[in-house]
DNA sequence: TTAATAAAAGACTTTTTTATCTTTTATTAA
DNA sequence: TTAATAAAAGATAAAAAAGTCTTTTATTAA
Protein backbone atom coordinates (compact mmCIF):
# COMPACT_ATOMS: atom_id res chain seq x y z
CA UNK A 1 0.00 0.00 0.00
CA UNK A 2 2.42 2.67 1.27
CA UNK A 3 6.13 2.52 0.57
CA UNK A 4 8.51 1.81 3.37
CA UNK A 5 9.77 5.25 3.29
CA UNK A 6 6.11 6.59 3.46
CA UNK A 7 5.55 4.47 6.66
CA UNK A 8 8.61 5.81 8.49
CA UNK A 9 7.81 9.05 7.34
CA UNK A 10 4.21 9.37 8.54
CA UNK A 11 5.83 7.53 11.80
CA UNK A 12 8.34 9.92 12.34
CA UNK A 13 6.38 13.54 11.80
CA UNK A 14 4.02 11.87 14.43
CA UNK A 15 6.98 11.26 16.50
CA UNK A 16 7.91 14.54 16.07
CA UNK A 17 4.67 16.04 16.33
CA UNK A 18 4.25 14.64 20.24
CA UNK A 19 7.39 15.77 20.72
CA UNK A 20 6.56 19.01 19.77
CA UNK A 21 3.14 19.00 21.55
CA UNK A 22 5.93 18.47 24.61
CA UNK A 23 7.58 21.53 23.57
CA UNK A 24 10.63 19.67 22.87
CA UNK A 25 13.08 19.18 19.97
CA UNK A 26 13.82 15.39 19.00
CA UNK A 27 16.93 13.76 17.40
CA UNK A 28 17.24 11.27 14.50
CA UNK A 29 18.72 9.10 17.51
CA UNK A 30 15.55 9.25 19.78
CA UNK A 31 13.18 9.12 16.67
CA UNK A 32 15.07 6.04 15.34
CA UNK A 33 14.21 4.47 18.71
CA UNK A 34 10.70 6.24 18.83
CA UNK A 35 9.28 4.66 15.51
CA UNK A 36 11.65 1.45 16.01
CA UNK A 37 13.31 2.13 11.93
CA UNK A 38 16.77 2.05 10.74
CA UNK A 39 18.64 5.47 12.09
CA UNK A 40 19.99 6.53 8.71
CA UNK A 41 17.58 5.77 7.01
CA UNK A 42 15.54 7.62 8.49
CA UNK A 43 17.79 10.45 8.98
CA UNK A 44 17.49 10.63 5.04
CA UNK A 45 13.91 10.87 4.68
CA UNK A 46 13.61 13.77 6.98
CA UNK A 47 16.18 15.89 5.25
CA UNK A 48 13.70 14.87 2.24
CA UNK A 49 10.84 15.87 4.39
CA UNK A 50 12.13 19.05 5.67
CA UNK A 51 13.12 20.44 2.32
CA UNK A 52 9.81 19.73 1.21
CA UNK A 53 8.29 21.56 4.63
CA UNK A 54 6.45 18.49 6.04
CA UNK A 55 9.28 19.39 9.08
CA UNK A 56 11.73 22.09 10.63
CA UNK A 57 15.21 21.29 12.15
CA UNK A 58 17.66 22.74 14.01
CA UNK A 59 21.84 21.81 13.81
CA UNK A 60 23.74 21.77 16.43
CA UNK A 61 23.53 21.26 20.38
CA UNK A 62 19.82 21.71 21.63
CA UNK A 63 19.00 20.82 18.31
CA UNK A 64 16.63 18.59 16.41
CA UNK A 65 13.37 18.34 14.48
CA UNK A 66 10.01 19.75 15.30
CA UNK A 67 6.98 21.60 13.91
CA UNK A 68 5.59 24.46 13.29
CA UNK A 69 2.04 25.72 13.17
CA UNK A 70 1.57 24.91 9.84
CA UNK A 71 3.98 21.75 9.35
CA UNK A 72 1.53 20.38 12.02
CA UNK A 73 -1.32 21.35 9.69
CA UNK A 74 -0.07 18.83 6.95
CA UNK A 75 -2.59 16.26 6.14
CA UNK A 76 -1.36 12.81 5.59
CA UNK A 77 -2.49 13.15 1.79
CA UNK A 78 -0.11 15.28 1.11
CA UNK A 79 2.68 13.34 3.12
CA UNK A 80 2.02 10.54 0.88
CA UNK A 81 1.22 12.63 -2.00
CA UNK A 82 4.81 14.08 -2.23
CA UNK A 83 6.66 10.65 -0.65
CA UNK A 84 4.73 8.02 -2.66
CA UNK A 85 3.17 9.85 -5.66
CA UNK A 86 -0.44 9.79 -6.34
CA UNK A 87 -0.53 6.53 -7.80
CA UNK A 88 -2.46 5.17 -4.89
CA UNK A 89 -5.10 8.27 -5.49
CA UNK A 90 -5.69 7.81 -9.15
CA UNK A 91 -3.28 4.84 -10.69
CA UNK A 92 -5.65 1.79 -12.17
CA UNK A 93 -6.26 -1.29 -10.08
CA UNK A 94 -4.78 -3.51 -12.82
CA UNK A 95 -2.06 -1.39 -13.59
CA UNK A 96 -3.17 0.21 -17.08
CA UNK A 97 -1.97 3.97 -18.00
CA UNK A 98 -5.51 4.72 -19.45
CA UNK A 99 -8.25 3.55 -17.43
CA UNK A 100 -10.81 5.70 -16.76
CA UNK A 101 -14.50 6.23 -16.72
CA UNK A 102 -14.98 6.01 -20.87
CA UNK A 103 -12.64 3.40 -21.41
CA UNK A 104 -12.27 1.10 -17.86
CA UNK A 105 -9.92 -1.92 -16.47
CA UNK A 106 -12.57 -4.63 -15.61
CA UNK A 107 -12.50 -3.31 -11.79
CA UNK A 108 -12.23 0.37 -12.37
CA UNK A 109 -15.79 1.63 -10.90
CA UNK A 110 -15.36 -0.80 -7.46
CA UNK A 111 -11.65 0.19 -7.15
CA UNK A 112 -11.86 3.81 -7.46
CA UNK A 113 -14.55 4.25 -4.89
CA UNK A 114 -11.93 2.58 -2.78
CA UNK A 115 -9.25 4.61 -4.18
CA UNK A 116 -11.55 7.72 -2.94
CA UNK A 117 -12.60 6.23 -0.02
CA UNK A 118 -9.06 6.24 1.22
CA UNK A 119 -7.99 9.60 0.05
CA UNK A 120 -10.89 11.38 1.85
CA UNK A 121 -9.29 9.60 4.77
CA UNK A 122 -6.07 11.22 4.52
CA UNK A 123 -7.13 14.43 3.44
CA UNK A 124 -9.44 14.92 6.31
CA UNK A 125 -6.12 13.54 8.59
CA UNK A 126 -3.32 15.92 9.68
CA UNK A 127 -0.44 15.53 11.68
CA UNK A 128 -2.13 17.71 14.49
CA UNK A 129 -4.66 15.12 15.14
CA UNK A 130 -3.09 12.12 15.41
CA UNK A 131 -0.33 13.50 17.69
CA UNK A 132 -3.23 13.79 20.43
CA UNK A 133 -4.50 10.00 20.91
CA UNK A 134 -0.38 9.46 20.83
CA UNK A 135 -0.19 12.22 23.48
CA UNK A 136 -2.68 10.74 25.45
CA UNK A 137 -1.23 6.68 25.14
CA UNK A 138 -4.37 5.54 23.15
CA UNK A 139 -2.52 4.84 20.09
CA UNK A 140 0.93 3.86 19.05
CA UNK A 141 3.97 4.29 17.10
CA UNK A 142 6.06 1.18 17.08
CA UNK A 143 5.93 -2.68 17.50
CA UNK B 1 -1.04 -1.48 -4.11
CA UNK B 2 -0.95 -4.79 -6.24
CA UNK B 3 2.15 -5.47 -7.01
CA UNK B 4 3.57 -5.39 -10.76
CA UNK B 5 3.44 -9.43 -10.94
CA UNK B 6 -0.24 -9.86 -9.32
CA UNK B 7 -1.44 -6.41 -12.04
CA UNK B 8 -0.09 -8.78 -14.86
CA UNK B 9 -1.66 -12.14 -12.96
CA UNK B 10 -4.78 -10.88 -12.69
CA UNK B 11 -5.04 -9.32 -16.45
CA UNK B 12 -3.32 -12.40 -17.83
CA UNK B 13 -6.17 -14.41 -16.09
CA UNK B 14 -9.00 -12.14 -17.42
CA UNK B 15 -7.49 -12.87 -20.53
CA UNK B 16 -7.20 -16.48 -20.61
CA UNK B 17 -10.82 -16.34 -19.55
CA UNK B 18 -12.37 -14.79 -21.84
CA UNK B 19 -11.11 -16.67 -24.91
CA UNK B 20 -12.16 -19.72 -22.51
CA UNK B 21 -15.57 -18.27 -23.00
CA UNK B 22 -14.82 -18.27 -27.02
CA UNK B 23 -13.96 -21.77 -26.25
CA UNK B 24 -10.08 -21.79 -27.28
CA UNK B 25 -7.19 -21.92 -25.83
CA UNK B 26 -4.44 -19.08 -25.69
CA UNK B 27 -0.72 -19.05 -25.70
CA UNK B 28 2.05 -17.25 -24.23
CA UNK B 29 2.94 -14.42 -27.01
CA UNK B 30 -1.05 -14.02 -27.66
CA UNK B 31 -1.77 -13.14 -23.80
CA UNK B 32 1.12 -10.72 -23.93
CA UNK B 33 -0.13 -9.03 -26.47
CA UNK B 34 -3.32 -9.10 -25.09
CA UNK B 35 -2.75 -7.84 -21.68
CA UNK B 36 0.42 -5.75 -22.66
CA UNK B 37 2.88 -7.25 -20.70
CA UNK B 38 6.41 -8.15 -20.90
CA UNK B 39 6.22 -12.01 -22.76
CA UNK B 40 8.93 -14.33 -20.76
CA UNK B 41 8.17 -12.65 -17.41
CA UNK B 42 4.10 -13.21 -18.04
CA UNK B 43 5.02 -16.52 -18.70
CA UNK B 44 7.00 -17.57 -15.51
CA UNK B 45 3.83 -15.99 -13.56
CA UNK B 46 1.73 -18.38 -15.29
CA UNK B 47 3.64 -21.42 -14.63
CA UNK B 48 3.01 -20.09 -10.74
CA UNK B 49 -0.75 -19.68 -11.35
CA UNK B 50 -1.04 -22.97 -13.17
CA UNK B 51 0.92 -24.81 -10.21
CA UNK B 52 -1.94 -23.21 -7.86
CA UNK B 53 -4.34 -24.22 -9.21
CA UNK B 54 -5.76 -20.75 -11.26
CA UNK B 55 -5.08 -21.77 -14.43
CA UNK B 56 -4.61 -25.05 -16.92
CA UNK B 57 -2.01 -25.45 -19.52
CA UNK B 58 -1.46 -27.95 -22.23
CA UNK B 59 1.56 -27.98 -24.32
CA UNK B 60 3.14 -28.99 -27.76
CA UNK B 61 0.59 -27.26 -30.83
CA UNK B 62 -3.19 -26.98 -30.29
CA UNK B 63 -1.97 -26.53 -27.19
CA UNK B 64 -2.22 -23.08 -24.59
CA UNK B 65 -3.79 -21.97 -21.51
CA UNK B 66 -7.21 -21.98 -20.42
CA UNK B 67 -9.45 -22.51 -17.72
CA UNK B 68 -12.76 -25.08 -15.95
CA UNK B 69 -15.32 -24.11 -14.16
CA UNK B 70 -13.34 -24.19 -10.93
CA UNK B 71 -10.76 -22.05 -11.84
CA UNK B 72 -12.91 -19.64 -13.42
CA UNK B 73 -14.83 -19.10 -9.80
CA UNK B 74 -11.40 -18.02 -8.59
CA UNK B 75 -11.91 -14.81 -6.48
CA UNK B 76 -9.59 -11.82 -7.22
CA UNK B 77 -9.17 -12.00 -3.19
CA UNK B 78 -7.66 -15.71 -3.61
CA UNK B 79 -5.27 -14.44 -6.62
CA UNK B 80 -3.84 -10.90 -4.69
CA UNK B 81 -3.37 -13.32 -1.80
CA UNK B 82 -1.66 -15.97 -3.01
CA UNK B 83 0.29 -13.65 -5.45
CA UNK B 84 1.15 -10.68 -3.22
CA UNK B 85 0.37 -12.33 0.29
CA UNK B 86 -2.59 -11.21 2.66
CA UNK B 87 -0.33 -7.83 3.73
CA UNK B 88 -3.26 -6.24 1.68
CA UNK B 89 -6.11 -7.76 3.78
CA UNK B 90 -4.47 -7.83 7.17
CA UNK B 91 -1.60 -5.69 7.37
CA UNK B 92 -0.99 -2.31 9.21
CA UNK B 93 -1.30 1.13 7.21
CA UNK B 94 2.00 2.73 8.81
CA UNK B 95 3.59 -0.97 8.88
CA UNK B 96 3.56 -2.03 12.51
CA UNK B 97 4.41 -5.70 13.26
CA UNK B 98 1.99 -6.01 16.03
CA UNK B 99 -1.03 -3.54 15.54
CA UNK B 100 -4.34 -4.31 16.93
CA UNK B 101 -7.47 -3.31 18.23
CA UNK B 102 -6.37 -3.08 21.58
CA UNK B 103 -2.54 -1.70 20.47
CA UNK B 104 -3.64 0.29 17.50
CA UNK B 105 -1.12 2.53 15.41
CA UNK B 106 -2.92 6.17 14.88
CA UNK B 107 -5.03 5.32 11.77
CA UNK B 108 -5.78 1.78 12.75
CA UNK B 109 -9.21 1.96 12.91
CA UNK B 110 -10.07 4.60 9.47
CA UNK B 111 -7.66 2.05 7.88
CA UNK B 112 -9.12 -0.78 8.97
CA UNK B 113 -12.60 0.31 7.24
CA UNK B 114 -10.38 0.53 4.09
CA UNK B 115 -9.35 -2.59 3.49
CA UNK B 116 -11.74 -4.52 4.47
CA UNK B 117 -13.81 -2.62 1.72
CA UNK B 118 -10.87 -3.65 -0.79
CA UNK B 119 -10.73 -7.71 0.66
CA UNK B 120 -14.52 -7.85 0.36
CA UNK B 121 -15.01 -6.59 -3.03
CA UNK B 122 -11.95 -8.42 -4.46
CA UNK B 123 -13.85 -11.55 -3.02
CA UNK B 124 -17.16 -11.04 -4.16
CA UNK B 125 -15.15 -10.44 -7.74
CA UNK B 126 -14.50 -13.34 -9.57
CA UNK B 127 -12.68 -14.15 -12.92
CA UNK B 128 -15.92 -15.38 -14.59
CA UNK B 129 -17.96 -12.18 -13.58
CA UNK B 130 -15.34 -9.94 -14.65
CA UNK B 131 -15.25 -11.45 -18.18
CA UNK B 132 -18.46 -10.63 -18.99
CA UNK B 133 -17.37 -7.19 -19.34
CA UNK B 134 -14.59 -7.92 -21.53
CA UNK B 135 -16.72 -10.11 -23.46
CA UNK B 136 -18.95 -7.55 -24.11
CA UNK B 137 -16.08 -5.02 -25.05
CA UNK B 138 -17.49 -2.93 -21.96
CA UNK B 139 -14.46 -2.83 -20.40
CA UNK B 140 -10.70 -3.49 -21.32
CA UNK B 141 -7.17 -4.94 -20.57
CA UNK B 142 -4.42 -3.39 -22.31
CA UNK B 143 -3.05 0.54 -21.98
C1' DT C 1 8.38 -41.93 -35.42
C1' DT C 2 9.64 -37.48 -36.36
C1' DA C 3 9.40 -32.48 -36.88
C1' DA C 4 7.09 -28.64 -35.18
C1' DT C 5 4.93 -26.39 -31.50
C1' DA C 6 4.21 -24.58 -27.02
C1' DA C 7 4.72 -24.61 -22.06
C1' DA C 8 8.12 -25.58 -18.03
C1' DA C 9 12.22 -24.75 -15.91
C1' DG C 10 16.28 -22.48 -14.66
C1' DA C 11 19.95 -19.12 -14.96
C1' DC C 12 20.89 -14.51 -15.39
C1' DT C 13 20.42 -9.23 -15.69
C1' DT C 14 18.52 -4.79 -14.62
C1' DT C 15 16.06 -1.61 -11.92
C1' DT C 16 14.07 -0.03 -7.77
C1' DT C 17 13.74 0.03 -2.97
C1' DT C 18 15.69 -0.23 1.36
C1' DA C 19 19.53 0.40 4.26
C1' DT C 20 24.34 1.73 5.81
C1' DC C 21 28.58 4.31 6.33
C1' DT C 22 31.53 8.45 6.06
C1' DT C 23 32.39 13.25 5.58
C1' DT C 24 30.84 18.02 5.85
C1' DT C 25 28.37 21.95 7.66
C1' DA C 26 25.87 24.57 11.09
C1' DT C 27 24.95 25.73 15.92
C1' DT C 28 25.71 26.33 20.67
C1' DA C 29 27.59 26.38 25.26
C1' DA C 30 31.59 26.84 27.82
C1' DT D 1 37.24 30.89 19.85
C1' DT D 2 36.96 26.18 20.50
C1' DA D 3 35.10 21.63 21.49
C1' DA D 4 31.00 19.16 21.35
C1' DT D 5 26.76 18.26 19.22
C1' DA D 6 23.48 17.31 15.71
C1' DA D 7 21.68 17.59 11.07
C1' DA D 8 22.96 17.66 5.86
C1' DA D 9 25.01 15.57 2.21
C1' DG D 10 26.95 12.11 -0.52
C1' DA D 11 28.76 7.63 -1.61
C1' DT D 12 28.07 2.71 -1.25
C1' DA D 13 25.87 -1.67 -0.38
C1' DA D 14 22.28 -5.15 0.17
C1' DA D 15 17.81 -6.97 -0.88
C1' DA D 16 13.73 -7.32 -3.48
C1' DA D 17 11.09 -6.78 -7.62
C1' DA D 18 10.84 -6.76 -12.43
C1' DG D 19 12.35 -8.38 -16.67
C1' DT D 20 15.20 -11.37 -20.17
C1' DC D 21 17.36 -15.29 -22.28
C1' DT D 22 18.39 -20.24 -23.02
C1' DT D 23 17.53 -25.05 -22.51
C1' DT D 24 14.40 -28.85 -21.53
C1' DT D 25 10.11 -31.41 -21.65
C1' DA D 26 5.54 -32.62 -23.28
C1' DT D 27 2.19 -32.95 -27.03
C1' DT D 28 0.40 -33.39 -31.50
C1' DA D 29 -0.20 -33.69 -36.41
C1' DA D 30 1.74 -35.29 -40.40
Not at 80 to 108: A, N, W
Request: with cysteine; net charge positive.
Amino acid sequence: MLSKTCEYAIRALLFIAQKTKDGSKTGIKEIAKGIDSPEHFIAKILQDLGRKGFVLSLKGPTGGFYHDKKSLNRSLAEIVKEVDGDKLFTGCGLGLKQCSESRPCPIHHEFKKIREDMQEMLQKTSLGDLSEGLFNRLTYLKR
